[in-house]
């Protein structure tokens, strides 16, 4: 637990000390958090591998946006860095997944609740192999909400993840494993908990970011791959024929890295095989 995670200017011994190790299946928070009782607060996932945090700055910026977005106090980045180095450093497991919390509090306490989570991470190996049956779902916001109505909070990482979790159970009635949003007119946004990368020959190309949808990290380091290996990236609006068309999809988020695609709205389709493991291969070992 962070003692107080919007706290400033502290030197090391104060951020060292702020940090309480606690045990997860203990009581840690109150039934007044706000986090409890409206899911309100926001949150970041990410990768360690042997002790290095995957894409750590590029997660701490998205917790200090979506704090932004929230009008929540700026999390202290500094005591995250320090309660994810303990974190990794208490575990003897090689690849762990490290959950950062920041909540906005008892309610009429003033004071934010934060913590960071540290558990060995599941084995994606069946997804990453032999990929994921996909439907598109109707997200029912429009693409441009972010501009339209920025108080929907769409492109903050918060805490009310309900429908994030209630399309899982929509594709499962359908057959299917995830999910790819479809704005409500007609542009592919992003999955429930990962961006949609598409392959058309040479070229790859995700939705962009002003669309009320998360920048990802894990498609980041993916078009970093890309460009490095001969590659163009784009970042555009898509539309869900293009989606059908392209030669292969691609879901990315941090621990999962990358998935492909295997069927969408029950109809089968492939990917690039080659391109797939030696992206994988470089999202599993970077140390970026
Ligand atoms: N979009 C949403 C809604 C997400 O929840 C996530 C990750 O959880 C992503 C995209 C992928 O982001 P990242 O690659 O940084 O994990």
């Known amino acids: 637990m962070l003692d107080d995670p919007t706290q400033t200017g502290t030197d090391a011994s104060t951020l ?47 917790l200090e946006n979506s704090a932004r977005l929230l009008d929540l106090p700026a999390p202290c980045l500094d005591l995250y ?51 994921l049956k996909v439907v598109t779902l109707d997200r029912g916001y429009r693409h441009d909400v972010a501009q339209t109505s920025p108080w929907l909070l769409q492109g903050a990482k918060t805490l009310s993840y309900a429908v994030n979790k209630s399309v899982y159970r929509e594709a499962e009635r359908r057959g299917a494993d995830d999910v790819i949003f479809i704005s409500s007119d007609g542009f592919v946004l992003e999955g429930p908990t990962s961006t949609a990368v ?12 002003d669309q009320g949808i998360l920048a990802g990290t894990a498609q980041a380091a993916f078009f970093d791959y890309a460009e490095a ?34 069927e969408i709205d029950g109809v089968a389709r ?16 970077r140390r970026s």
């Open 270 to 285: 492939g990917f690039d095989a080659e391109l797939h493991a030696a992206a994988l291969d470089y999202l599993v070992t």
């Open 81 to 131: 860095r320090e309660g994810i180095r303990q974190g990794i450093a208490a575990s003897t497991h090689p690849r762990l997944s490290v959950k950062l919390v920041l909540t906005r509090g008892i309610e009429g306490a003033g004071r934010c609740t934060g913590w960071v989570f540290v558990d060995p991470e599941p084995d994606f190996t069946e997804a990453r192999t032999h990929g």
């Open 198 to 209: 598409l392959q058309f020959g040479r070229h790859l190309v995700t939705p962009s970011t």
């Open 16 to 62: 060292a000390s702020s940090v309480r190790r606690a045990d997860p299946a203990d009581p840690q928070i109150s039934v007044l958090d706000l986090a409890v009782t409206r899911g309100d607060g926001i949150f970041e996932t990410l990768d360690a591998i042997d002790g290095f945090g995957q894409a750590l700055e590029p997660h701490l910026a998205r």
């Open 229 to 262: 290996n001969g590659l163009t990236t784009e970042y555009r609006t898509v539309t869900p024929d293009e989606l059908r068309a392209a030669d292969s999809v691609w879901l990315a988020s941090s621990v999962r890295q990358i998935v492909p695609v295997v």
